[in-house]
C-alpha cells in the first residue's frame, strides 16, 4: 500500500500546537508508514506502524527504546486533545466515548479509555479521567483491493475478510466497495463507526464508489434491515460483524438473495477456526470465500484463500476432536 504524508498530518490536528509540529516535521516516510499514535498520560508518546514501536524524543526525533529524552505525554495534552475530539462538547459525543472511540474530521478514529462511570444496571454512562487515546490514522488506498479483484473478479460479492488488528482490513474494504460500485453493484455500506465513507454532513471524504448508499453512524444489524427494506442493495457491506443480531440481519439478507462483503478479526488461520463468532458468520451461507490477510508489517497483503466449506469443514472437525477429548463413551472424562 502507498500512503500518503497528509494523511498523517490531518489526523494530528486535534493534538497541541507543540505536540502538532513535531509530528508533523517527522521524516515523510516514517510518517506515510505510521498507523497508530499512542497518548498515555505521564508516559511516553509512541509511534506504531510498519516499523514496529518507536518512541517521540524532546527533539522531535525518534528512538527505538525508551529513554530519559522521550517526550513525555502531560495530563493537559491528553485532556487538549479530547476536548477538541469531541469539539468541546462531550454530551454530545456521549454515545461514541462509551463505546471506547470517537471518530473525528478526515475519516480517523480515536481509541479513548479512562475510568468507567456505571450506572444503576451495571452499564457504562460516561467515562472520566480521560487516561489514553490511541490515534488510528484513516487512508484511502485507491487499488488496496486489486488483488482481492485479480482473485475474485467483480461478480464474487460473498467475502469475507480477516486478519489481524492494523493488517488493513477496512482499507481493503472500502477499496472493494469501491470497485464493485463503480461495476454498477448497488452498494449498502453500513458505516457504523463512520471512517470507511468518512461522512461530514451530506458528503463522503473518502471514495466509496458512485452506485454506493452510506448509512452513516447506524448500528450494523439496524442498518442492515434498514438497507434490505428500503434500498433494494446487491451488495451490503459491513466492518467487524460478529455479534448475533448482525449475523441474524445477514441471514434475513441472505434469503432475500443480497451479497455481503464483511470483514472480521482473526489473528491467522487457527484463530480463524477457533472462534465461536466465526462459526456462527459461516453458518449464514452468506459468504462463499474468505480472505486472510497478512499482519501490520504488511497491510493489505493477502496471505490466503479460502472457500467457506473447507474453513466450516475443519471447525466442526475440531469441534468434534475437542469434545472426543472430554468424554469417554457415554463417561466424562475430568482433564487437569
Known amino acids: 500500500m502507498n500512503f500518503k504524508e497528509e494523511n498523517f498530518d490531518s489526523a494530528v490536528n486535534i493534538l497541541s500546537s507543540l505536540l502538532k509540529s513535531k509530528l508533523i516535521n517527522l521524516n515523510c516516510i516514517l510518517k506515510n ?26 527533539s522531535g526525533d525518534v528512538c527505538a527504546v525508551p529513554d530519559e529524552d522521550c517526550y513525555i505525554c502531560k495530563a493537559e495534552i491528553i485532556t487538549e486533545a ?13 454515545e461514541s466515548i462509551v463505546n471506547g ?20 444496571d451495571s452499564g457504562i454512562s460516561s467515562v472520566r479521567d480521560i487516561s489514553s487515546i490511541n490515534i488510528r490514522i484513516a487512508r ?16 464474487n460479492t460473498s467475502v469475507l475478510i480477516a486478519g489481524p488488528p492494523s493488517s488493513g482490513k477496512t482499507t481493503v474494504l472500502r477499496d472493494y466497495v469501491r470497485q464493485l460500485s463503480d ?3 448497488k452498494v449498502c455500506l453500513i458505516d457504523e463507526r463512520q471512517e470507511i465513507a468518512c461522512v461530514n454532513g451530506m458528503f463522503c471524504q473518502h471514495d466509496v464508489g458512485v452506485n454506493t448508499d452510506v448509512l452513516n453512524n447506524y448500528p450494523k444489524s439496524k442498518g442492515i434491515m434498514i438497507a434490505l427494506r428500503t434500498m433494494s442493495p446487491d451488495v451490503i457491506a459491513v ?25 472480521v478479526h482473526a489473528a491467522d488461520y487457527d484463530d480463524l477456526i477457533k472462534r465461536p463468532q466465526i462459526k456462527d458468520i459461516l453458518d449464514t451461507g452468506a459468504f462463499s470465500k474468505i480472505i486472510l490477510l497478512k499482519s501490520a508489517k504488511a497491510p493489505g497483503e493477502i496471505d490466503s484463500v479460502y472457500d467457506v466449506s473447507e474453513v466450516r469443514d475443519e471447525i466442526y472437525r475440531s469441534s468434534f476432536i475437542m469434545d ?10 475430568i482433564i487437569a
Open 82 to 94: 479530547f476536548n477538541r475530539l469531541c469539539c468541546y462538547s462531550v454530551y454530545s459525543h456521549i
Open 324 to 333: 472426543s477429548l472430554y468424554t469417554d463413551g457415554d463417561e466424562s472424562v
Open 33 to 58: 508508514d505510521t498507523y497508530e499514535i499512542r497518548l498515555r498520560a505521564e508516559r511516553p508518546i509512541v509511534l506504531f506502524g510498519k516499523y514496529g514501536y518507536l518512541f517521540l524524543k524532546k
Open 183 to 185: 461495476r454498477m453493484n
Open 140 to 155: 484511502q488506498v485507491k487499488g488496496a483491493a486489486d488483488g482481492l479483484i485479480d482473485i475474485l473478479g467483480t461478480d
Open 101 to 120: 472511540y470517537i471518530t473525528f474530521q478526515g475519516g480517523h478514529r480515536a481509541g479513548i479509555v479512562g475510568t468507567a462511570v456505571l450506572n444503576s
Open 239 to 263: 466492518d467487524e460483524i460478529g455479534g448475533k443480531e448482525e449475523t441474524d440481519g445477514i441471514v434475513k439478507g441472505v434469503n432475500s438473495g443480497v451479497g455481503f462483503v464483511a470483514t
